[in-house]
């Protein structure tokens, strides 16, 4: 038999569940739960909803499955007569808000928190919401990964209307049973009881031995017994979500953020590429990162390997990355400069070290700490066989704050044997006027002595005339600290610090480190990212000015780039490498390219793709 749809509601979910009486088809979404008001401190991951201002507002709601985002029914954010699945990933159309932890809406619990971001499926009802800043004193709900079955009961909640009350202050939650389960849908019912406006999105929960697991959302509702209705039907749709929670994890692991560095660490001959990723956060709120290595084939790289992963524990944003063959085995290593946050003693600072093993990294190993006063933010990292005895150190150019005379700003090397590293020892030091923060590293043989130094690419600001000024520092190592900088180049016209990348490497095989600048030119009218490469050549001593060895002919986005040096095909001279950050997939997971600017010993060639594609 055929059951006769309902009323159209604002937004229309079209979707249809096999009922026990026959093919059920839904026009109305679930917008509150027939049932008791919830405790104080029940169900804290529940959010309430706002989207649009004025004729257009209207409430959903949903629940916290990640700091960052939340989960809840795509057909919420829909134009009135839009069907409610698939919809535009990307910005709500119209404000939208999240209010969570607040059991008592007349309250001032919990937290509010705009959304900014939608991450829709394509196949039902559903999408992820993400929330502009985390929210991290709510535990997230846990996904169910078994399937609802026939006869078993849910626990349904929403913020949504009940039989008495148009807009409630509480969320009501009420037992409803499993009907049947789809390949994307579950059916609900329940006596005395219904799903109404206001609920959309809404969880429902199992609950076993005191464990919570969110199983669906609310999608569709006949709204039987919900003020305002005269309909008698109880049954409702819920979207599926434990065939989905991969997708839910990939979700969370935006935005994906990285950082780049290369070595050879397989110690075939050729640089490789490493990309640390931001993996989010955990259900538990543990913060996620993942290691890839980009190795290199000598014409090309082969795609990105995992080789380290941690379920939580090690962030992301408090890592600053570098590598180098930190332990003399001809096989470069990657190494972390980490924020430990503060002690009694002051900030704590550590270096963990990613070992190569030639084929994978081994966990990181905390390769030095302070128990206090180095900080963190103030420090910027890179890394070289700063004393020539065959193994990298790394060098921190810090930020020692002002003096009379100036800022001030030091070297300190963390020296490696082998092992370890050696308590950071300072190798040089300004009594005023070098300012940290005009200051971007790098390091390189630049002499051909067999030992590593520092350059620091310094913003000069701009001359009378408007022209940017920018200058080339060279800290030479003695083996033992840094002679003071030598300024071994300045911009005789205007050269702009904001828009340059540094990175350091022997691109014409003289044994002699340059400079390379990838530099930003802005976007045309039409649109067009434009982008330069630039490389400074050394003498040992000085380096001649920048010249231009390839511009972009299409649209090549600084911003999105991330370069590196390293010999990638064995030739003997250095290239450049980016990590490009190309876009996003329909899903909301990150697209990055992977290109090379080969060296000929005399120019750069124009860029290669090599790789494309997401990792996470």
């Given at each position: 038999m055929h059951i006769r749809p309902p009323r159209r509601a604002r937004a229309v979910a079209l979707l249809a569940a096999m009922a026990a009486c026959g093919a059920l088809t839904?026009?109305?979404p679930a917008h509150a739960v027939i049932g008791d008001a919830v405790a104080d401190n029940t169900y804290t991951f529940t959010a309430k909803i706002q989207i649009g201002d004025g004729d257009t507002s209207r409430a959903c709601t949903g629940s916290l499955?990640?700091?960052?985002?939340?989960?809840?029914?795509?057909?919420?954010?829909?134009?009135?007569?839009?069907?409610?699945?698939?919809i535009a990933a990307g910005a709500p159309a119209e404000k939208a808000t999240a209010t969570i932890g607040r059991t008592d809406l007349t309250g001032t619990g919990g937290k509010v928190v705009e959304i900014t971001e939608l991450v829709p499926r394509a196949d039902r009802d559903l999408v992820m919401a993400k929330l502009a800043t985390?929210?991290?004193?709510?535990?997230?709900v846990v996904l169910a990964t078994t399937p609802p079955a026939a006869g078993e009961s849910l626990q349904a909640v929403g913020y949504g209307?009940?039989?008495?009350?148009?807009?409630?202050?509480?969320?009501?939650?009420?037992?409803?049973?499993?009907?049947?389960?789809?390949?994307?849908?579950?059916?609900?019912?329940?006596?005395?009881?219904?799903?109404?406006?206001?609920d959309a999105g809404g969880p429902a929960l199992r609950e076993t031995n005191g464990r919570t697991e969110l199983v669906a959302v609310h999608s569709a509702s006949w709204q039987a017994g919900c003020l305002g209705s005269d309909e008698t039907r109880t049954g409702a749709v819920e979207t599926r979500l434990d065939d989905i929670t991969e997708w839910v994890q990939q979700v969370r692991a935006l935005p994906g953020e990285s950082q780049v560095a290369s070595g050879d660490f397989n110690a075939d001959g050729k640089e490789d590429i490493a990309a640390f990723y931001d993996n989010g956060t955990s259900p538990e709120g543990k913060n996620r990162s993942s290691l890839f290595a980009f190795y290199s084939t000598g014409t090309g790289f082969a795609a990105p390997k995992n080789v380290w992963s941690t379920p939580g524990g090690f962030t992301w944003s408090k890592s600053k990355l570098t590598s180098g063959d930190y332990d003399g085995d001809g096989k470069d290593d990657v190494a972390v400069f980490y924020d430990g946050g503060t002690s009694d003693t002051g900030a704590i600072s550590s270096l963990y070290t990613f070992t190569s093993n030639g084929t994978d990294f081994a966990n990181p190993r905390k390769t030095w700490t302070t128990t206090g006063g180095f900080t963190w933010d103030r420090s910027k990292v890179t890394s070289g066989d700063y004393d020539g005895d065959g193994k990298d150190d790394v060098a921190v150019f810090y930020d020692g704050g002002t003096s009379d005379t100036g800022a001030i700003s030091s070297l300190y090397t963390f020296t490696s044997n082998g092992t370890d590293f050696a308590n950071p020892r300072k190798t040089w030091t300004t009594t005023g006027g070098f300012t940290w923060s005009a200051g971007q590293v790098t390091s390189g043989d630049y002499n051909k002595d067999g030992k590593d130094d520092v350059a620091v690419f310094y913003n000069g600001g701009k001359s009378d005339d408007g022209k940017f000024i920018s200058s080339l520092y060279t800290f030479t190592s003695n083996g033992t600290v840094f002679n003071n900088p030598r300024k071994s180049w300045t911009s005789s016209g205007s050269f702009n610090w904001s828009a340059s990348k540094p990175t350091s490497g022997d691109y014409n095989a003289d044994g002699r480190a340059d400079i390379g600048i990838l530099y930003n030119r802005g976007t045309t009218a039409e649109g067009v990212h434009q982008s330069a490469l630039f490389t400074l050549t050394g003498d040992g001593t000085d380096f001649a000015a920048p010249r231009e060895v390839?511009?972009?002919?299409?649209?090549?986005n600084w911003v999105a780039s991330q370069p590196v040096t390293g010999d990638f095909n064995n030739d003997g001279k250095d290239d450049i490498g980016v990590l490009y950050r190309a876009g996003t997939t329909a899903d909301g997971r990150r697209v990055d390219s992977l290109f090379t600017f080969t060296s000929t010993g005399t120019g750069i060639q124009a860029p290669v793709r090599h790789w494309n594609g997401s990792v996470i």
């Open positions: 839904l026009n109305n499955v990640d700091a960052q985002y939340i989960l809840t029914a795509s057909g919420c954010f829909v134009t009135p007569g839009q069907p409610a699945f698939p985390p929210v991290t004193d709510i535990t997230p209307r009940t039989a008495d009350t148009w807009v409630p202050n509480r969320p009501h939650a009420g037992a409803f049973t499993v009907t049947q389960a789809n390949a994307t849908t579950v059916a609900i019912t329940r006596d005395g009881g219904s799903i109404c406006k206001g390839w511009t972009s002919t299409g649209s090549f």
